[in-house]
């Protein structure tokens, strides 16, 4: 008879993979938020006798665009294979007669899902870029 499944432990993995796959939408939208906004935009912004503390940091990320999207590319890349990692453990924490196959289940599910969701923080950074950088 094979193990029961660790229901916590699975739900605690699941809820890790699912921050990460957050914070994958939210570099997503920022990212995308960034290049809407643009570097002309974000100077003058900045440049505003009024400007606080947020359109002189907007204008600093865009003043060193390579740096920045470094960050970002690596925010992306770092939060996707460890929600993919994450996932895989909860998958086999879910099935532990089959780990593999669950783990790979859900891993694949995991990675499916974040696609969605980075294309739709994506499309809201585009659409709102000021708001959201």
């Not at 002189?56 to 993919?84: D, H, I, S, Y």
């Amino acid at each position: 008879m094979p193990p029961a499944p660790d229901l916590r432990q699975f739900l605690l993995l699941a809820a890790a993979a699912a921050a990460l796959l957050a914070v994958r939408a939210v570099v997503a939208a920022l990212e995308a938020a960034l290049v809407a906004v643009g570097t002309p935009r974000a100077r003058e912004l900045a440049d505003a006798p009024s400007a606080g503390r947020r359109a002189r940091a907007l204008a600093a990320l865009l003043a060193e665009p390579e740096t920045t999207a470094f960050t970002l590319r690596a925010l992306v890349t770092l939060a996707t294979v460890f929600a993919g990692v994450l996932a895989a453990a909860a998958g086999a924490a879910l099935a532990p007669g089959a780990t593999w196959l669950a783990a790979a289940a859900v891993a694949g599910g995991v990675g499916l899902l974040s696609l969605p969701l980075a294309a739709g923080a994506r499309g809201l950074g585009a659409a709102h870029g000021e708001i959201l950088a």
